[in-house]
């Protein structure tokens, strides 16, 4: 077996070990979200699908800052533990409105891959990778990390 059908295998068996040890999602969640992901604002989730809105900062090159009006959907799924709140993965796709720079006034997209780590009660992190686009801009691909707590209903 080559290099790369083992790294598949091996991946493949993890994800069916995670499938079993799912948990559920909490029917509702109300997210006060202070840092990037998915903006810093606020998102409401119910089932397995959340709105949020907020103000977004990213840096696409180093000491240079580029604000946003941010709002979208996320989809979530594979809630991994056992836990009451358990970590989950989730996929987001946003409507952006560029507020400075050469993005001033600007329409843009992004979508955004990752994952929340719950740490305790409503505390959560995430990490992500968001790919944004404008038009006339070349795509610009970044990390999404955050720090956010969340009420559960």
């Given at each position: 077996m080559t290099f790369m059908k083992k790294i598949i295998f091996i991946g493949f068996l993890f994800c069916?070990?995670?499938?079993?040890?799912?948990?559920?999602?909490?029917?509702?969640?109300?997210?006060?979200?202070?840092?990037?992901?998915?903006?810093?604002?606020?998102?409401?989730?119910?089932?397995?699908?959340?709105?949020?809105?907020?103000?977004?900062?990213?840096?696409?090159?180093?000491?240079?800052?580029?604000?946003?009006?941010?709002?979208?959907?996320?989809?979530?799924?594979?809630?991994?533990?056992?836990?009451?709140?358990?970590s989950s993965f989730y996929a987001q796709m946003s409507y952006l409105r560029g507020q400075n720079r050469d993005y001033k006034n600007k329409n843009a997209v992004s979508l955004d891959l990752g994952f929340r780590l719950m740490i305790w009660n409503g505390l959560q992190a995430r990490l992500g990778i968001i790919g944004l686009y404008a038009k006339d801009k070349n795509l610009k691909i970044n990390p999404t990390p955050s720090l956010n707590y969340s009420l559960f209903f």
């Open positions: 069916t070990k995670i499938s079993f040890a799912q948990s559920t999602l909490s029917e509702q969640e109300i997210s006060f979200n202070f840092f990037r992901n998915p903006s810093v604002g606020l998102e409401y989730r119910y089932k397995k699908v959340s709105v949020h809105a907020g103000y977004y900062l990213t840096n696409f090159k180093a000491n240079t800052t580029w604000e946003f009006v941010k709002t979208g959907l996320s989809f979530w799924f594979l809630p991994i533990g056992k836990r009451e709140k358990p």
